[in-house]
């Protein structure tokens, strides 16, 4: 896989990981009261579990996710430090540029006479193999 390839999919493993941790941290989030003149929000609503054990895993998967996102941007970090420096200003670029499109340019004509001479000698091969089957039809011998 190239490093641009590598560096994408790490933008979406960075953008993914961002997304699961701050959607944690919203579902976890205990309730808060905004304002004195509101009611007291209902507590969470997982009676099933232990609250010690709730509490240990709510706060410890923070960390962990964190954790796994400062993994993540090293690793961008990483590859983009294995980039290739970039040659030169923009005018070089962009001469640079200019250089590789005439250069394909160039290939497109010579691909486009190649094809049209590649045409004109099957058109030729179909005319000979037609006379050469009007020929065996008939039982005529070849000129």
């Known amino acids: 896989m190239d490093i641009i390839s590598q560096l994408q999919e ?71 430090a294995a980039l290739p420096p970039a040659e030169g200003g923009e005018d070089v670029q962009l001469k640079r540029i200019a250089e590789l499109q005439a250069e394909n340019d160039a290939v497109g004509q010579e691909l486009q006479r190649q094809l049209e001479a590649a045409e004109k000698e099957l058109k030729e091969v179909q005319e000979l193999f037609g006379q050469a089957t009007d020929n065996c039809l008939n039982l005529k011998r070849p000129d």
Do not use: C, W
Request: hydrophobic share 40%; glycine share 2%; aromatic share 6%.
């Open 10 to 80: 790490q933008v979406n493993t960075i953008a993914a990981l961002a997304f699961n941790t701050f959607g944690t941290l919203q579902r976890d989030a205990h309730p808060v009261k905004l304002s004195p003149n509101y009611p007291d929000p209902p507590p969470p609503s997982n009676p099933t579990e232990d609250p010690a054990t709730a509490a240990g895993n709510v706060s410890e998967q923070p960390k962990l996710m964190t954790a796994a996102l400062v993994k993540a941007a090293k690793q961008f970090d990483a590859l983009v």
